[in-house]
């Protein structure tokens, strides 16, 4: 079941090196790491899933798209049967969106075609790779 908070003010962790991918083909910025911030009502998923969240943000997409496609993802996720949370920063100019929660479950109801991703199918294989080495490290 996916849960979405208008807004929240999270970052990722600071000292910690996160990983980015542009996806040139739909103009969007994806970064993985480990999250903080979130309120303590909010905090329960990230804790469940190892704290590991990725952030997407326009690059070329356009922020309206973004945002129009992020909350289609809100929607779609709402359906299926694993924990996401999807929301977007408050933090003054930050427009990103970050999605925590099972990344895992999210990957894969996206390859089976279940949900649409704001990002390019052909990088479902490294994404799933970063989650996975981000999970072992925690």
């Given at each position: 079941?996916?849960?979405?908070?208008?807004?929240?003010?999270?970052?990722?962790?600071?000292?910690?090196?996160?990983?980015?991918?542009?996806?040139?083909?739909?103009?969007?910025?994806?970064?993985?790491?480990?999250?903080?911030?979130?309120?303590?009502?909010?905090?329960?998923?990230?804790?469940?899933?190892?704290?590991?969240?990725?952030?997407?943000?326009?690059?070329?997409?356009?922020?309206?798209?973004?945002?129009?496609?992020?909350?289609?993802?809100?929607?779609?996720?709402?359906?299926?049967?694993?924990?996401?949370?999807?929301?977007?920063?408050?933090?003054?100019?930050?427009?990103?969106?970050?999605?925590?929660?099972?990344?895992?479950?999210?990957?894969?109801?996206a390859r089976s075609d279940r949900i649409s991703l704001p990002f390019s199918?052909?990088?479902?294989?490294?994404?799933?790779?970063?989650?996975?080495?981000?999970?072992?490290?925690?």
């Amino acid at each position: 079941m996916a849960a979405d908070t208008p807004l929240t003010s999270l970052n990722f962790n600071d000292s910690i090196i996160g990983k980015s991918f542009v996806d040139k083909k739909t103009g969007v910025k994806i970064s993985f790491g480990y999250v903080s911030g979130l309120p303590p009502d909010l905090a329960e998923i990230a804790e469940q899933y190892s704290s590991i969240g990725l952030s997407l943000m326009e690059n070329g997409m356009g922020q309206h798209e973004l945002d129009q496609t992020c909350q289609s993802l809100i929607s779609q996720c709402g359906v299926e049967d694993f924990d996401i949370l999807i929301t977007k920063s408050d933090l003054p100019f930050d427009v990103r969106w970050f999605v925590i929660g099972d990344l895992n479950a999210m990957l894969l109801a996206a390859r089976s075609d279940r949900i649409s991703l704001p990002f390019s199918d052909f990088l479902y294989d490294e994404l799933q790779q970063v989650v996975d080495r981000y999970s072992r490290k925690s």
